[in-house]
């Protein structure tokens, strides 16, 4: 249950929330319990109104999984003076106690919105940036700074990235500083289940000597998925020890990259699938050298779950449930994580060196598959 | 750390740290009431999770006779009735695959040698090393021959660098009192050294109960208040509401002392007044546990009578519903003495706690379902306000179940001229401070971490034995006294009006709750 915002005069902001929530209060009194939750500060960036509408129905979702003070910032160069506006979101618990969250959105120009935003957070609570333009938070410049300036995390979706190799050089150089804290992507996110059942799949114990001797990793995805393809690949040869040693463009739905592993060379390969879910990984296949031979894994993507199914039946196939969380889903077990992820960060690092690899063999430079779509579509 | 975690590098930054080991787990009493309640669900759940070992298969053991089609359907109704997930069909068929049924006495050791035969083969199939948890969920009568019979049938390995595990769970209740407590153990020793041994008491695999440790040392405002200069008294309350329902059979021969005070209650106490331990590994946790177990006043005697309230609950209402007394229940001695209800005064006699109560209380038929450690600080040294304000003590509750959380009490001045003082209290719920957020089942996190091989949410058999030691006294001066000493309290109330008295005789009073 929400209300509508209230247009508030910016410097109004505190006390039009604390006047929502006396009625609120009020009510408190023949119900069993009324909760003011908040276990951070949320500040969203938002560089349109298309951009802003579309964050605006993720937020219910967000503050029910993760109750917090929502500051959403709109990019308006025509607005001033800035504006403001104010709501209450409003959810049940299972025993009955009301929580009530607070939403602050500001329209302003880019240059007042940080001086908008920061008398507005709460004090003892961490604060999170959700930059939700469909580009690398560093291309935000001096705006960006300062925002994330003010966040113990900065959250952003590499999934709706236009130049994934570009942004990929931009954002790895940026979240490997050491001054940065948190830096979350929900594209890595969504690989969990991936590298859950990769981990399963290929220990030791279960299938010995493949991940010491991988020769091949070939990953199939969504037209909208490269990204998250990327991210695997720099999983796969961080935690692996495998180095970039040359990149291509083969084609317009293939890239591949040699890497330099402990032992041997090792292939990968990124294919684009026109048929696949747009969003989605579909298939990881991996090979490794035998004494006699190879042999071959194939990691599926199958509606709700992930499958692993081993081509000269080494071992049983297995499944684990892996449905397509939401973008709010995503961003709600996210918020509280806010711990340097340092094997998300290596990844990052591998992944710039594959980018700055394929950029090396890509004389022409262009853009490397451009959506084309713009907004988001999940 | 774990041989799969050393060299399994794609392990790092998973969300657990814990790697649970492909193996089979053989569920003696397989087709039970807590097979099908809480073991197989609890399976579903980890599979759903992905944390269930690559290699895994469940193989469940009684003596009725079930093929593994039918397993597999009882499996599916217990899933269906009470995991916490609804299954689909997908995962259920996974999880269903690896399900296998096997029936047999306990007294027959060609069953057990083909028990034997038969894991082996699904082993060899599934691609298991061997690696066996051995779950016994029978009455603890069996527990000793079950232990002979897998010894004698070969099933069992000992613990050594590169071989496949074996690893045995027992449920509570460990014995009855400490001679019996101790015969189980011997038995489960002949086989198993004491580093296989999981001793199951799900209370500590609740969320809130991990909680304490972090709530007392993750935080430095609590640890520097939390000693006899400061606390005023303790109380723990594990309250139900539920009557004895089906378990009369069990419930005659324990009672609320053996089947609570032994093991939950005794848990959340050396939890609350441990020493800070200097790792979370198991040995250090359960050896500053045991010191707690070791500095407690024993209870014998004229202690007994002074110090400790036994209550049965009579005829009353619950809910507004006229429910029945204990001794009207089906199944239950109509003279019973079995206390259905205690509550008791007791030290902790060490420099941290010294002549600070805690009184702790558990019962059946009480007004609601409720348990919490509470802690009351002493009063301030001199209150120069308005007497006419109301002055509590700061007090803080550990809410364990249910609505968990805690809350802590404070005095604050109510608006106006005068300084009057009134307690308020700050209220933190995990419901609503962390949102829709699911936990894992206690007995998910127990599963996990005996495929793991991880011990330290399990009891020590010197634990146990320690907690037998304490409350055997107290059971001796009981049986002298037969029925008299029992006071029979009204269902639907919290309890006896000694069990009040207890502490009013203290200047003290329980909490409501």
Not at chain 1, 110 to 128: E, K, N, V, Y
Request: net charge neutral.
């Amino acid at each position: 249950m929400s209300a509508a915002p209230t247009p508030v005069k910016p410097g109004e902001v505190e006390t039009a929330l604390a006047a929502l929530w006396r009625p609120a209060q009020a009510q408190g009194t023949v119900m069993p319990g009324l909760t003011r939750a908040c276990m951070s500060n949320l500040i969203v960036y938002c560089d349109n109104d298309e951009r802003a509408a579309a964050v605006m129905e993720d937020l219910p979702q967000v503050v029910r999984s993760h109750p917090a003070r929502v500051l959403t910032l709109i990019d308006d160069p025509t607005a001033a003076p800035a504006q403001a506006a104010v709501s209450t979101q409003r959810v049940s618990d299972d025993h009955g106690h009301q929580v009530v969250c607070e939403q602050v959105i500001l329209r302003a120009r880019a240059i007042s919105l940080c001086s908008l935003a920061r008398p507005l957070l709460l004090g003892d609570i961490p604060t999170s940036l959700w930059w939700a333009p469909p580009m690398a938070p560093p291309d935000g410049g001096r705006l960006f700074v300062d925002l994330a300036g003010m966040a113990d995390q900065v959250i952003y979706d590499s999934i709706d990235w236009h130049d994934p190799v570009a942004a990929m050089i931009a954002t790895a150089g940026w979240a490997s500083r050491p001054e940065i804290l948190t830096a979350a992507d929900l594209a890595w996110r969504r690989l969990k289940p991936w590298r859950r059942l990769l981990s399963q799949g290929l220990d030791p114990a279960v299938v010995p000597g493949a991940l010491a001797n991988l020769a091949e990793v070939e990953i199939e995805h969504g037209p909208h998925a490269l990204p998250q393809a990327w991210l695997l690949m720099g999983w796969l040869a961080g935690r692996l020890n495998w180095q970039p040693v040359g990149g291509q463009v083969r084609s317009d739905h293939e890239l591949s990259w040699e890497l330099r592993g402990p032992r041997a060379p090792v292939r990968a390969i990124a294919r684009r699938l026109a048929a696949a879910d747009e969003w989605q990984l579909r298939r990881v296949t991996v090979r490794w050298k035998t004494g006699t031979g190879s042999l071959e894994a194939s990691f599926t993507r199958e509606a709700q779950r992930l499958v692993v199914a081993y081509a000269q039946t080494v071992a049983q196939p297995r499944s684990i449930a892996a449905p397509s969380p939401s973008r709010a889903a995503l961003l709600a077990r996210q918020l509280p994580d806010l711990t340097r992820d340092e094997v998300f960060v290596t990844t990052l690092r591998l992944a710039r060196q594959m980018a700055l690899a394929v950029h090396a063999g890509d004389e022409q430079r262009k853009p490397i598959w451009v959506t084309g779509l713009k907004g988001d579509k999940r | 750390m774990l041989e799969a975690t050393q060299s399994n590098p794609l392990v790092s930054g998973l969300t657990s740290n814990l790697v649970p080991q492909p193996c089979s787990l053989v569920i003696f009493g397989g087709a039970g009431d807590l097979a099908g309640r809480k073991l197989i669900p609890a399976l579903y759940n980890l599979l759903l999770d992905g944390t269930l070992p690559t290699s895994f298969a469940v193989m469940g053991f009684e003596r009725r006779p079930l093929n593994d089609e039918a397993y597999r359907e009882f499996g599916r109704e217990g899933v269906t009735r009470f995991s916490r997930r609804a299954p689909d069909d997908n995962h259920w068929r996974e999880l269903a695959g690896r399900m296998f049924y096997a029936s047999g006495d306990f007294a027959d050791l060609g069953a057990f040698a083909a028990l034997k035969a038969r894991l082996e083969g699904i082993e060899s199939r599934l691609q298991i090393p061997g690696n066996r948890i051995f779950y016994l969920a029978i009455p603890p009568r069996l527990i000793g021959e079950c232990v002979q019979q897998l010894q004698r049938a070969g099933l069992v390995n000992q613990p050594a660098p590169g071989k496949p595990f074996s690893r045995i769970i027992v449920e509570k209740p460990v014995g009855s009192d400490l001679a019996s407590a101790r015969r189980l153990n011997d038995s489960l020793a002949e086989v198993f050294d004491e580093s296989q041994i999981y001793r199951i008491d799900h209370y500590l695999g609740k969320e809130t109960v991990q909680n304490i440790l972090v709530m007392r040392f993750g935080n430095a405002i609590f640890e520097p208040l939390w000693n006899e200069k400061y606390i005023d008294h303790i109380q723990i309350t594990v309250a139900e509401e539920e009557g004895v329902g089906t378990r009369a059979g069990y419930y005659e021969g324990a009672g609320a002392l053996r089947d609570m005070v032994q093991n939950h209650i005794m848990q959340l106490l050396c939890l609350t007044a441990m020493e800070p331990p200097y790792s979370m590994t198991p040995e250090v946790i359960h050896d500053h546990k045991l010191e707690v177990q070791r500095c407690l006043r024993p209870l014998a005697g004229e202690a007994v009578e002074r110090c400790v309230v036994r209550g049965q609950y009579r005829r009353g209402y619950a809910m507004g519903i006229e429910v029945p007394g204990y001794r009207e229940e089906t199944g239950v001695d109509p003279h019973s003495a079995t206390e259905t209800f205690v509550a008791m005064k007791v030290f902790v006699d060490n420099w941290r706690w010294a002549g600070v109560p805690f009184y702790l209380r558990t019962g059946k038929r009480l007004p609601k379902r409720a348990s919490e450690i509470a802690v009351q600080w002493k009063q301030v040294p001199r209150l120069m306000f308005d007497q006419a304000g109301v002055a509590e003590p700061n007090a803080l509750a550990l809410r364990i179940q249910p609505d968990e959380g805690m809350s802590l009490r404070i005095s604050t001045k109510l608006p106006g001229p005068r300084s009057r003082l009134f307690p308020v209290k700050m209220d933190f719920r995990y419901g609503t401070t962390f949102g829709e957020q699911a936990s894992p089942e206690a007995y998910e996190t127990l599963l996990l971490d005996v495929m793991a091989g991880e011990q330290t949410l399990f009891m020590r058999r010197d634990a146990v034995e320690a907690s037998w030691a304490w409350i055997d006294p107290i059971r001796a001066v009981w049986a002298g006294q037969g029925r008299s000493g029992l006071n029979e309290y009204p269902a639907g109330t919290w309890g006896p009006a000694a069990a009040a008295r207890l502490s009013e005789a203290d200047g003290r009073r329980w909490r409501t709750l």
